[in-house]
């Protein structure tokens, strides 16, 4: 076969073909949207929550009855930004040749938008200037409005959605909330991937957004899956790669979605035919010298305390007791204390995260190259 571009993504979605897995989480969510259910979507950074819902909005691409819209908000910093997203996700959500479109956009036009298009991409994006926060939340309110009246089914992806957080304005979550509420055709998916800023948004008892919505967590891809997709994309560009070093791959990258793409996406770009464990291992080397500058500037970056918890949890691989005896003898910090402090600052650099999905919770370093790099630096 003709090598035509690289199978393995690790910038965005390219189709179902590349897709691994997923199956039973595209099927609820689908359930969800279908059932107009309001739905928060958590996982760990780069674990593939916005691949899902971009494998689920494309299955829904041909049907005529529902429209999906993606807002990413991770670049918005206040309401106003907030609106231009919404509008500029709007605006490319309806091809303006079609019945719906032509009135989303003239509605659209009514709120007195510049439009501009990307010299390099030709994408669109809408710019609506609001003097007030009286005629921003107006203007929020008539888009949804609008399009809720249109007797389409629509389904809105806020992705990053705790970046509403860090906006000026504090009642963002009450204002949509409140549009939540009045909508009839139309719902949401919230997603985020820090999961105590998800947590307080959604499950406590005195904000907005307690108990409306139904949550969804993805976990790690299980790794026959995985290692049976790597294998399947590897033959069909007449590559063979060993069970060994699918083995490796899996392991080094502990699953965690971005990484293990990254790693078969450069393991695919060396053209070896017969993949075995002396090429992996040679790559796994190869990334961890190519990073090195950046690891070590993170160094800088951290206090010596919390570089040395991060050191040795990452020679844990996995934590369970931060405060066991024997644990803080090894970080060298002292005592509990100071590991819980050290902790803190670490997981609010997301430098570490904590997986409370399951039975037995840990800790673990979020950058698995940076894992592997301090765990060869012992
Ligand atoms: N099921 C999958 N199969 C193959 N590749 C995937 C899958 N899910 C995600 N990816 C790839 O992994 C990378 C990370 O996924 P994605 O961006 O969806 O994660 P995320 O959870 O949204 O991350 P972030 O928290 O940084 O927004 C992307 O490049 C994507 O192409
Ligand atoms: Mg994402």
């Not at 949207?33 to 691409?61: C, M, P, W, Y």
């Not at 699918?246 to 996406?265: A, E, K, M």
Request: net charge positive; charged share 25%.
């Amino acid at each position: 076969m003709k090598l035509e571009h690289n199978p393995f993504v690790d910038i965005g979605y390219r189709g179902s073909e590349y897709f691994c897995d997923r199956e039973d989480e595209t099927e609820l969510l689908r359930k969800y949207i279908d059932n107009q259910t309001n739905t928060t979507l958590f996982a760990f950074r780069r674990l593939g929550k916005t691949g899902l819902i971009q494998h689920v909005f494309e299955s829904f691409k041909k049907s005529k009855k529902q429209v999906c819209i993606y807002v990413d908000i991770l670049s918005t910093t206040d309401k106003a930004s907030f609106i231009n997203q919404l509008a500029t996700a709007i605006y490319a959500a309806f091809p303006e040749n079609n019945g719906i479109g032509k009135q989303i956009i003239e509605a659209i036009k009514l709120l007195r938008p510049t439009i501009q298009f990307d010299e390099l991409t030709g994408q669109p994006s809408v710019g609506i200037t609001t003097i007030n926060q009286q005629q921003q939340e107006t203007t929020i309110a008539t888009l949804f409005s609008f399009l809720d009246s249109q007797n389409v089914k629509i389904v809105f992806a806020l992705d990053e959605f705790q970046q509403i957080l860090v906006y000026p304005e504090k009642n963002m979550e009450a204002l949509l909330r409140t549009q939540m509420q009045a909508l009839k055709n139309t719902s949401f998916i919230f997603c985020g991937s820090n999961q105590a800023i998800m947590h307080e948004i959604f499950n406590d008892a005195k904000r907005p957004f307690f108990a409306s919505c139904t949550y969804m967590s993805l976990d790690f891809i299980p790794k026959k899956k995985y290692g049976n997709f790597i294998k399947k994309l590897f033959k069909k560009y007449v590559k063979s790669i060993s069970n060994e070093a699918v083995d490796f791959i899996c392991d080094w990258t502990s699953l965690h979605t971005f990484y293990t793409q990254y790693f078969c996406n450069q393991l695919f770009a060396k053209g070896i035919l017969d993949i075995d464990i002396t090429d992996v291992k040679l790559l796994a080397s190869d990334i961890l010298a190519l990073q090195e500058a950046k690891f070590y500037q993170y160094r800088t970056l951290l206090t010596k305390a919390q570089w040395n918890l991060l050191k040795a949890i990452a020679n844990e691989q996995r934590l369970f007791k931060p405060h066991a005896k024997a644990f803080i003898i090894k970080s060298g910090l002292g005592s509990s204390s100071i590991v819980t402090r050290t902790l803190d600052a670490l997981l609010a650099k997301e430098m570490v995260y904590r997986n409370t999905q399951i039975e037995k919770p840990y800790y673990e370093v979020y950058d698995k190259f940076l894992m592997r790099w301090l765990q060869s630096k012992k």
